[in-house]
C-alpha cells in the first residue's frame, strides 16, 4: 500500500509540475503573441545599437561586451513600454515614431566615429549650419554604406505591421488593459536598469559622469544611454554658469595657487621684437616629412624648415570636434577644447588671456588671413575675441573661378595675394605678428586634377632579353585616399615654398621668424597605411600577416602616427645653435609658454609648459581623457598603454598621470565655460 502511495503522490507532483509548465509556456506564448509590436520594436533597437558598436569600434572587449546590450534593452524597454499608454491602432504611430529617432542617432553616430573616431554629441548640433562648406568631404570622405544599415529597423516594424494588420491584430483594448500593461513594462525596464547598474564599477559611472571618453562610455553603457547622458551634459553648462561657478572658481584658484613663472633659460627672449610669421598647416602631418616616391620628395619644402630650422618631431594636435579651430583655441591660449560644442562657436564671448594680445602690449600690430568665409567655425568673431587687430578673410581676397582648389581659393594664390597685403602691412607698422591659414589641403583631398603631376606608383626598371630597358610603374597608392592625401600635401608644400620665396623677394624674412604647425592629422583610413607600409609589386596587394617583413599598423601606431610638424625657421637659422630637433613629447598647448618664453610674455594660466623647461617630464593631454609622455602612450578607454622606451612602467605612474589628465580637463573646461580669466590679473 505504501509503494502504491508514493506513486500516486509521485505522479501527482509531476502532473502538477506538468500543468505549471505548460501554463507557464502558454503564458509565454500568450504575452508574444499580444505584444508582437511591442517586441520587434525593442529588438530592432538593441539590434541597431550592437550594429552600430560592431561597425565603429573593433575591439574583442566590444564584441564579447555584455553590458551595453543590457543598457540598450533597459532604454528601448523604457521607451517601448510608454507606447501601450496608446489605444492599439495609435500603438505603431508611436513605435515608428520613436524608431526613426533612434535610427538617426545611430546612423548619426556611424558617420561622425568615420571621421571623428568618436561619437557625436547633441551640442554639435549648433556646427551644422558648416556642414554645407564641407559636403563634399561627408559624403566622398566619410559616408559609407553601412551607415544606411540601421534602416533595417523601421522597415522591419513596417512589414511587421502590415502583418498583424491583414491578422486583425489591433483590436480594442479598454483604458485598465492598456494601463496594467504599461505598469507591468515599465517595471521590468526599471528591473532590467537595476541589474545593470548593479554591475557597474565605481571606474565607470565615474567616467560616465565626466563624459569625455566616449568611446568608453557607448562600449559599457549603450549608444541610447550615451546620447540620453550626453544631452544632460550639452545642457549642463547652461545650468552650471548660473548654479556651479562658485565651485569651479575654487578648483581653479587650487589648481594655479602654487604655480611659478620657469626660471629664465638659453632661448629667453632670443626672438623678443622680431615680426612673427604663424602658418596653420592645414591637415598636415609629421610622417610627410621625408617620405620619397620614386626618389622624388614628398614635402621637400617641410623636409627644407625641419633640416635648417628648430624641428619639433614628437609633436601633436590636440583637436577634439571643433578641430581646426580647437587647434587655433590651445595655439593661442594654451587651453584645451571644451567638453562640450566648441569654444569658438558656444564660447566666443569668454574672456581670454592669448597671444596676440601679449604682443599687442608690446607694440606689435597683429593679424589674421584665411580665405574662406569669416563666419566659418565663426571665426570673424573668435578672431576679435582672441586680440587679432583685423582678419583677412575670403571678402578680401580675389576669388577666381580658375584658382579654386578643394574648399576654396588655393593656397598657391592666398600666399600670393597675402604676400602683396603683407608688404603694406610692413610699411605702416615697424612690428607685426601675422597668421596665415592655409585650405587647400583639406579633406576630402579630391581635387587630384589639380595637385599637379606627383606619381604615388612604383616604378621599376626592368632590362628586356633584346637589351632595352622597360618602365614597369606599379599602382602602389595611386587611386587610395591616402595617395590622393599625399598629392594634395604635394600641392600644398608647393604653395608653401612659394610664399617663403615670395616672402624673402619682398624682404619680409629679414627680421622675422616662420612659425609652422599642422593643425590636426589628415584622419585617413587605417586600411590605407597598411597598404603603404605592405605593398608587394609582385601581386599589387598587401602582404599578407604571416609574411615575415609584414608590419601591423596597428591601433597604437595609427594614434602615434597621427602627430603634426611644429617648426620655429628662419633665413638664417641653419647651421647654429638653434637649428636642432627636439624629440620630447609636445603638445599644442606647449606652444605659447615656449614661444612666450622665447618673445617675452607669460601666461601663468596657460595649462601647457615650456618645452625647454619641462623637457623630457612632459605629459601632451588628448580630449579624449588619452596622453602621451616620453615612456608612454596610454588609452584611458581600454586602461592600456603601450610603452615607447621598452620599460615598464608603475601602477602608481599612470595613476599619477590619469588624475593629472582628468584634473586639467576639467580645470580647462570651467576656465571656459564660466569665464574665470575674466576678473583674473593679466
Not at 411 to 417: C, E, I, N, T, W
Request: charged share 25%; hydrophobic share 35%; aromatic share 14%.
Amino acid at each position: 500500500m505504501k509503494k502504491i502511495k508514493s506513486i500516486a503522490i509521485d505522479a501527482k507532483d509531476k502532473t502538477i509540475k506538468y500543468l505549471k509548465k505548460v501554463k507557464r509556456e502558454h503564458l509565454i506564448k500568450k504575452y508574444f503573441k499580444h505584444n508582437v509590436l511591442f517586441l520587434t520594436f525593442v529588438g530592432t533597437c538593441v539590434l541597431n545599437s550592437t550594429m552600430l558598436r560592431f561597425l565603429t569600434m573593433h575591439t574583442i572587449e566590444n564584441y564579447l561586451a555584455f553590458k551595453p546590450i543590457m543598457a540598450d534593452l533597459a532604454f528601448a524597454v523604457l521607451l517601448g513600454s510608454f507606447g501601450y499608454l496608446f489605444k492599439p491602432k495609435n500603438r505603431f504611430t508611436y513605435f515608428f515614431i520613436m524608431s526613426l529617432v533612434l535610427t538617426f542617432i545611430c546612423t548619426v553616430n556611424s558617420i561622425y566615429y568615420t571621421f571623428y573616431t568618436s561619437f557625436a554629441s547633441v551640442s554639435m548640433l549648433s556646427l551644422t549650419q558648416y556642414i554645407g562648406e564641407v559636403g563634399d568631404a561627408v559624403t566622398e570622405n566619410v559616408f559609407q554604406v553601412k551607415d544606411v544599415m540601421y534602416i533595417i529597423g523601421p522597415i522591419i516594424l513596417i512589414l511587421v505591421h502590415r502583418y498583424l494588420k491583414k491578422k486583425d491584430y489591433y483590436k480594442v483594448e479598454i483604458k485598465k488593459v492598456r494601463k496594467n500593461k504599461f505598469v507591468k513594462t515599465i517595471i521590468a525596464g526599471g528591473i532590467i536598469t537595476t541589474i545593470f547598474c548593479l554591475t557597474l564599477s565605481p571606474l565607470e559611472i565615474g567616467r560616465f559622469t565626466k563624459q569625455w571618453n566616449r568611446e568608453y562610455i557607448v562600449m559599457r553603457f549603450g549608444i541610447y544611454v550615451y546620447q540620453v547622458n550626453d544631452l544632460i551634459a550639452s545642457v549642463q553648462p547652461k545650468i552650471n554658469s548660473m548654479f556651479g561657478y562658485d565651485k569651479a572658481k575654487v578648483e581653479f584658484n587650487e589648481y594655479f595657487k602654487d604655480k611659478k613663472k620657469s626660471p629664465e633659460n638659453e632661448y629667453t627672449d632670443i626672438f623678443k621684437d622680431k615680426n612673427i610669421i604663424v602658418i596653420h598647416g592645414e591637415s598636415m602631418q609629421t610622417n610627410t616629412i621625408g617620405l620619397k616616391f620614386n626618389d622624388k620628395e614628398l614635402t621637400p619644402t617641410l623636409n627644407k624648415l625641419s633640416q635648417e630650422g628648430m624641428y619639433f618631431s614628437n609633436f601633436y594636435s590636440q583637436v577634439s570636434v571643433g578641430t581646426s579651430s580647437d587647434t587655433e583655441l590651445t595655439y593661442n591660449t594654451s587651453l584645451m577644447p571644451t567638453q562640450s560644442g566648441t569654444a569658438f562657436v558656444s564660447y566666443f564671448d569668454r574672456e581670454y588671456i592669448s597671444t596676440p594680445k601679449f604682443l599687442k602690449k608690446q607694440g606689435y600690430y597683429v593679424y589674421s588671413m584665411h580665405a574662406n568665409n569669416a563666419d566659418f567655425w565663426n571665426r570673424r568673431t573668435m578672431h576679435k575675441s582672441l586680440g587679432y587687430d583685423k582678419f583677412y578673410s575670403k571678402e578680401t581676397y580675389d576669388v577666381k573661378k580658375e584658382d579654386l582648389v578643394g574648399l576654396g581659393l588655393s593656397d598657391k594664390s592666398f600666399f600670393a595675394q597675402s604676400v602683396q597685403k603683407m608688404v603694406k602691412i610692413n610699411e605702416k607698422h615697424p612690428k607685426w605678428y601675422g597668421l596665415s591659414i592655409m585650405l587647400s589641403n583639406h579633406t576630402p583631398f579630391s581635387a587630384v586634377d589639380k595637385y599637379g603631376d606627383f606619381p604615388v606608383d612604383i616604378k621599376e626598371e626592368k632590362t628586356n632579353e633584346d637589351g632595352t630597358v622597360e618602365t614597369i610603374s606599379h599602382p602602389y597608392m595611386e587611386g587610395t585616399k591616402l595617395g590622393n592625401y599625399f598629392k594634395s600635401v604635394h600641392y600644398a608644400d608647393e604653395a608653401l615654398g612659394q610664399f617663403i620665396n615670395d616672402l624673402d623677394k619682398a624682404g619680409l624674412l629679414e627680421n622675422s621668424i616662420l612659425i609652422l604647425y599642422g593643425d590636426h592629422d589628415g584622419r585617413l583610413p587605417k586600411k590605407d597605411y597598411s597598404r603603404l607600409y605592405n605593398y608587394d609589386t609582385n601581386t599589387d596587394k598587401v602582404k599578407e600577416k604571416d609574411d615575415p617583413t609584414y608590419v601591423d599598423f596597428d591601433y597604437y601606431k595609427y594614434e602615434l602616427g597621427r602627430k603634426v610638424p611644429f617648426i620655429i625657421w628662419s633665413k638664417d637659422m641653419a647651421g647654429t645653435d638653434l637649428n636642432m630637433e627636439v624629440t620630447d613629447v609636445m603638445g599644442m598647448y606647449d606652444v605659447m609658454p615656449t614661444l612666450g618664453n622665447m618673445l617675452g610674455f607669460y601666461n601663468k594660466y596657460a595649462l601647457g609648459h615650456d618645452i625647454f623647461d619641462i623637457g623630457k617630464n612632459n605629459i601632451v593631454v588628448f580630449p579624449n581623457g588619452n596622453f602621451v609622455t616620453n615612456k608612454i602612450y596610454y588609452n584611458s578607454q581600454k586602461q592600456e598603454y603601450l610603452s615607447l622606451d621598452n620599460s615598464a612602467v608603475s601602477e602608481e605612474y599612470i595613476k599619477e598621470k590619469s588624475d593629472y589628465t582628468e584634473k586639467l580637463l576639467n580645470v580647462s573646461n570651467n576656465i571656459i565655460v564660466f569665464d574665470l580669466l575674466k576678473d583674473v590679473e593679466k
